[in-house]
T-cell receptor
Framework: DGGITQSPKYLFRKEGQNVTLSCEQN?????MYWYRQDPGQGLRLIYY???????QKGDIAEGYSVSREKKESFPLTVTSAQKNPTAFYLC??????????????FGQGTRLTVV | AQTVTQSQPEMSVQEAETVTLSCTYD???????LFWYKQPPSRQMILVIR??????QNATENRFSVNFQKAAKSFSLKISDSQLGDAAMYFC??????????????FGTGTLLAVQP
């Protein structure tokens, strides 16, 4: 079945550590996104990528880094520079085509907690 | 830059009744897509309905319909015959129809819908 997979579902990080969240899709989508969601809040865009080997900062990119070496994969690294990383992280992908097939598909999310 | 605004943080509806969730957006583009997503307690994002800006006809999906007013930049969601399973956070979202680096999906802050039995 086609879909988008995030792992792990739960992640615990110690202060000062970098951690990487995985996002893989087999939908043949060009565009991929990372969002952060805090309790009772909307989705804030961290980074997005429209094509392999290219990505752009979103609204809250500070303290995060990404790579897009393969079309299927868009990992997010939460660095020690991110001062308040505890949040729910959602990955999404979408086609760049216009017309049909325009909606984004989401993974099940990763809950990151700093301990 | 495009923005999406949902002015109702919380709404409540009786089971079997109708409720309307509001969304306004700001853009200088003429071609774009609008979406309503549902996020139940499981936190899985589910597409509810989609509207292409070039279509004048309002989109409908079973009990869900939209009132798309392009000139007013308004995109409200109507849920008819509300069911307990409709209880969730609802997000309005915008995406440009143009490709390139600016083609990002932008969300509103969400409306938490409670359904009373």
């Amino acid at each position: 079945d086609g879909g988008i997979t995030q792992s792990p579902k739960y992640l615990f990080r110690k202060e000062g550590q970098n951690v990487t969240l995985s996002c893989e899709q087999n939908l043949n989508h060009d565009a991929m996104y990372w969002y952060r969601q805090d309790p009772g809040q909307g989705l804030r865009l961290i980074y997005y990528s429209q094509i392999v080997n290219d990505f752009q900062k979103g609204d809250i990119a500070e303290g995060y880094s990404v790579s897009r070496e393969k079309k299927e994969s868009f990992p997010l690294t939460v660095t020690s520079a991110q001062k308040n990383p505890t949040a729910f992280y959602l990955c999404a992908s979408s086609s760049r085509r216009t017309g049909t097939d325009t909606e984004a598909f989401f993974g099940q999310g990763t809950r990151l907690t700093v301990v | 830059a495009q923005t999406v605004t949902q002015s109702q943080p919380e709404m409540s509806v009786q089971e079997a009744e109708t409720v309307t969730l509001s969304c306004t957006y700001d853009t200088s583009e003429s071609d774009y897509y609008l979406f309503w997503y549902k996020q139940p307690p499981s936190r899985q994002m589910i597409l509810v309905i989609r509207q292409e800006a070039y279509k004048q006809q309002n989109a409908t999906e079973n009990r869900f319909s939209v009132n798309f007013q392009k000139a007013a930049k308004s995109f409200s969601l109507k849920i008819s015959d509300s069911q307990l399973g409709d209880a969730a956070m609802y997000f309005c979202a915008y995406r440009s129809a143009h490709g390139g680096a600016t083609n990002k999906l932008i969300f509103g802050t969400g409306t938490l819908l409670a359904v009373q039995p």
